[in-house]
């Protein structure tokens, strides 16, 4: 019998502590993350650094009784409980209509589906102001029966509005990916509709709905152009008192001592989702086939269908109050405030006009795109690769939770760390154009990373282990084996990043000067000014700007890129 040679597959050599390929992959991580650190130090550690010090040492000298003081106050009393009671009735009305969406959109095979998904994710990206102005002509023109414009009703309306494709979009994937057998199992033996999904669903689901739900109050309480424009002075968060602070009073104590208060609470929010994201419940994914509504399924179609109307209302309420003009024998249709948008308003209210505001803003809008994909992508591939021992695990880790650090801190604080900061030698930026572009940036970084991440980390790190055995060089593994997977993500976070940036509002309101106003902070100047003009022209840019987003976010549905989850 002929003799064969087996080949004998001899175990994989444990790699040595600090051999050469470890030291490659130290090299390589640290080149990587080289640049990001660098931008975040300068751009964010140093303005919250600043902030801290504007606190602490509002003369040159320690003053920690100065922050008490400020957090005895009266009125900031009364703030805090209005954004904790605002914030938590918000978060619990959009649950109650996004849950149900989320399962009819993600579930069942209805008409439309994708249409009505993307219709829903719109007002996510909406610019808060352009939020704010909506509301305020559906509750001042149609529904101006119902007396509840100026209340705190229309400042939850407002963010519940905003929110609720957060809980449609991050509890649906979870709800998609279900696998159905065990609730089918249980409706098998008898188990009620109702006792099948308070058992078996609503716990595989759980991490998904508090992650969501912690999620959405973080945005509710951060929240700034939709309080700010239906809440005014009247009815603040501590966001907009920050801003009242500094721009009204001039106390900038006063402000970072709050935004001090503020970073605390936000940062132990997103430690209570982290924690949240790692606890078992929905790892078991076996994705089905939507199926067709049953007659069951009616309560959840008609909170859909109601949700739909409730989204639709303030929009069709915004576009067809920008197409009505006033004149001596009533209203009547035009697109006068359309053209008008190539005029500085009435008595002067702007320095430029709008339509150099809506070039500057697509202009910013690009640079802080660019920026943001290039440091979210250094951030994603130095975090996503495979580490080889707890070091170098460790490590990764550590930059990953300081990558996403922008994260807890709001876009009205970051302003305001860079106006106090970045305004002396090293760093004097007060004249540069760059400065609203890196503000827009960071605030869209986490959700680029949050975006390019899963679907950097699903990528086996083996078949890049093949293409290399084959004799592929860096570039070439990563044209064959990551870019196939990686253009759909990557022009998803371009779209979110550029909507995001088109529509900033908190920090761009501190950072922006009169003669370069984006459109956001225009259309609040032109809300701020009496005269009928001006709150045409308001509405129309306004509109502009809400049909930019839409169609931007349109286009990132049709790539369907699972993003926009609980962060």
């Not at 751009?43 to 606190?55: A, E, H, K, Q, S």
């Not at 602490?56 to 409980?81: E, I, K, Q, S, Y």
């Not at 890049?464 to 084996?481: D, E, F, I, N, T």
Request: some cysteine.
């Amino acid at each position: 019998m002929e003799r064969r040679d087996v080949p004998v597959k001899r175990p994989e050599r444990p790699e040595r502590p600090g051999g050469p390929a470890a030291a490659g992959r130290y090299v390589t991580l640290l080149a990587l993350a080289a640049v990001p650190v660098a931008v975040l130090a300068v751009f964010f550690v140093l303005p919250v650094i600043g902030m801290v010090g504007r606190g602490f040492r509002p003369a040159g000298h320690w003053d920690a009784g100065g922050v008490l003081d400020v957090l005895r106050r009266p009125r900031v009393h009364r703030v805090l409980w209005f954004t904790v009671w605002s914030s938590t009735v918000a978060t619990a009305v959009t649950l109650l209509l996004g849950l149900p969406a989320a399962y009819v959109l993600h579930r069942l095979a209805v008409p439309l589906r994708r249409v009505v998904r993307a219709a829903l994710l719109v007002p996510f990206v909406l610019p808060t102001v352009v939020v704010g102005v909506a509301f305020r002509e559906l509750l001042t023109g149609p529904l101006s029966w119902l007396p509840i414009d100026g209340t705190p009703i229309a400042i939850i309306a407002g963010l519940v509005f905003f929110n609720v494709a957060v809980v449609i979009r991050a509890v649906g994937a979870a709800w998609e990916g279900l696998d159905p057998r065990p609730a089918e199992a249980a409706a098998a033996l008898g188990a009620a509709p109702w006792t099948v999904f308070r058992t078996v669903t609503l716990p595989a689901l759980r991490p998904a709905i508090v992650g969501a739900a912690s999620v959405v109050f973080l945005f509710c309480a951060t929240s700034f152009g939709v309080v700010l424009t239906l809440g005014g002075l009247r009815y603040a968060s501590v966001e907009t008192e920050i801003y009242l602070l500094t721009t009204n009073l001039l106390d900038l104590q006063g402000a970072a001592a709050l935004s001090l208060l503020q970073l605390a609470v936000v940062v132990a929010l997103l430690g209570i989702g982290a924690r949240v994201r790692r606890l078992p419940g929905s790892a078991q994914r076996a994705p089905s086939r939507p199926r067709r509504p049953r007659l069951a399924d009616l309560p959840q179609l008609a909170v859909t269908a109601l949700l739909l109307v409730f989204v639709a209302a303030p929009l069709a309420a915004l576009l067809v109050g920008s197409l009505r003009v006033s004149t001596p024998d009533g209203k009547r249709w035009s697109m006068a405030n359309y053209r008008a948008l190539s005029s500085t308003g009435s008595h002067q209210a702007l320095l430029e006009p709008v339509t150099s505001a809506l070039n500057l803003s697509l202009r910013i809008a690009v640079d802080a795109t660019l920026l943001a994909l290039v440091l979210g992508l250094l951030v994603a591939l130095s975090v996503t690769r495979r580490g080889h021992g707890r070091a170098e695990r460790r490590l990764r880790g550590t930059l990953d939770a300081f990558f996403m650090l922008p994260l807890g801190v709001s876009a009205v604080t970051l302003g305001f760390g860079f106006l106090v900061t970045l305004d002396r030698p090293p760093v004097d930026l007060r004249d540069s154009p760059w400065l609203v572009p890196i503000a827009q940036a960071l605030v869209a970084l986490p959700l680029v990373v949050r975006t390019l991440v899963p679907a950097l980390g699903g990528i086996d790190d083996r078949q890049r282990q093949a293409a290399a055995s084959l004799g592929a060089g860096p570039l070439r593994r990563m044209l064959v084996v990551d870019v196939p997977v990686l253009w759909r993500p990557l022009l998803a976070s371009a779209g979110f990043a550029f909507a995001v940036s088109l529509g900033e509002f908190g920090a761009t309101s501190f950072l922006a000067r009169d003669e370069s106003a984006t459109v956001p902070v225009v259309i609040y100047r032109l809300i701020g000014h009496p005269g009928a003009m001006n709150y045409g022209m308001a509405l129309a840019a306004s509109c502009v700007l809400a049909g930019t987003t839409a169609v931007v976010m349109l286009v990132v549905e049709r790539l369907r890129v699972p993003s926009l989850g609980v962060l």
